[in-house]
């Protein structure tokens, strides 16, 4: 995977005022060295917390850190850039038709047949698309069943609508026509939308996103095929059966995940959503000269995690890089034996 700047990051300090942390907390090693911890979420919500709306997320497993995912070929006319890893399966490598110069992350092929720089995994990309049929039936298993304003909203077009979170239904096909679709709520809430048929979205339409919300936390499982028209904008997760094709000028703020056919790829750019900032959720001493730092964290994101005295921009060392596959993440901490009297910890998530 390759990374660039833009980096999210959450830091264990005693004055938390200025990084929206909830608490402080002190843990003593028996030789009195002091590490101190911003326990940025906790198991309980503390008072005037705001509980997500809308329901559980879907985990996307191994296919998350995918931008594209295809059963069949992956096709392209010359479009601009994908942010995040491409990968195709079963089909043979050489039907992935993008160039790593247009890839900014790593493309996974089953055999020697892929794209110049691409990576053979034949076993990885098997899981992945076994976890994508995880997070469609997931998607498609979702109850209650929707009703009401949730069942078939704009009787199957939801241009024009401003959504809240929620589960939706739609019996047949869903359009995205006509005018831009808002999707509002928190960074947390959650959008799952249940599609029997095709998504389609019209040219030069928009999802917009206000009040906060996040595109990582809104999934579409498409029954059969979805399309992207020209110079639209569009944001969330598309898992769909069939296909996907993502046509001109087009840009996306999420993934196309298409299970047993193909994606066409002639849109501007392509980006996973940005992940959580990672959370520390816990510090402990273990031992006299050791502390234990468990984070909450994107699976299958690049976390950074370094250690300071102090909170001088010179202090900072990195202690750890990691990718992990699940969260929480622990790391145990074997130099807290330093001649200091506290001990700061902060993490970084990069994406691509």
Excluded at 150 to 171: D, H, M, Q, S, V
Excluded at 213 to 237: H, L, M
Aim: proline share 7%; net charge negative; hydrophobic share 40%.
């Amino acid at each position: 995977m390759m990374n660039n700047s833009k980096q999210m990051d959450m830091i264990n300090r005693a004055d938390t005022s200025s990084y929206g942390c909830n608490r402080s907390s002190r843990h003593k090693t028996s030789s009195g060295v002091t590490l101190m911890a911003c326990l940025a979420a906790l198991l309980m919500a503390p008072p005037g917390t705001l509980l997500a709306a809308g329901p559980a997320p879907v985990n996307l497993g191994s296919a998350a850190h995918f931008t594209v995912l295809a059963g069949a070929a992956i096709s392209t006319t010359g479009g601009g850039v994908i942010n995040g890893d491409v990968g195709a399966s079963p089909i043979t490598g050489a039907a992935i038709h993008l160039t790593q110069a247009q890839v900014n992350g790593t493309i996974y092929a089953v055999d020697a047949g892929g794209p110049a720089g691409s990576v053979i995994d034949p076993a990885m990309l098997l899981t992945a698309k076994g976890d994508l049929t995880t997070a469609y039936n997931d998607a498609a298993g979702r109850t209650p069943t929707p009703s009401g304003p949730f069942l078939n909203p704009g009787a199957g077009n939801i241009g024009g609508l401003n959504l809240i979170p929620g589960l939706y239904k739609f019996t047949s096909t869903a359009s995205i026509t006509g005018s831009d679709l808002t999707l509002t709520g928190g960074p947390d809430d959650v959008w799952i939308f249940q599609i029997a048929a095709d998504l389609e979205v019209g040219s030069t339409v928009q999802v917009i996103l206000a009040g906060g919300a996040q595109p990582r936390n809104i999934f579409w499982q498409v029954g059969t095929s979805a399309t992207i028209g020209t110079f639209a904008v569009f944001k969330g997760t598309i898992m769909s059966d069939q296909a996907i094709v993502m046509n001109t000028s087009s840009t996306m703020d999420g993934r196309a995940l298409a299970f047993t056919a193909g994606v066409t790829y002639n849109g501007d750019s392509g980006s996973l959503p940005m992940p959580e900032a990672p959370v520390f959720t816990d510090i402990s001493t273990t031992a006299a000269d050791s502390a234990t730092v468990v984070l909450s964290t994107t699976p299958y994101s690049l976390v950074t995690l370094q250690s300071s005295p102090g909170l001088s921009p010179l202090n900072w060392t990195t202690i750890a890089t990691n990718t992990p596959l699940t969260s929480p993440w622990t790391f145990t901490d074997t130099n807290v034996m330093a001649p200091v009297t506290q001990r700061f910890y902060r993490a970084f998530i990069t994406p691509y």
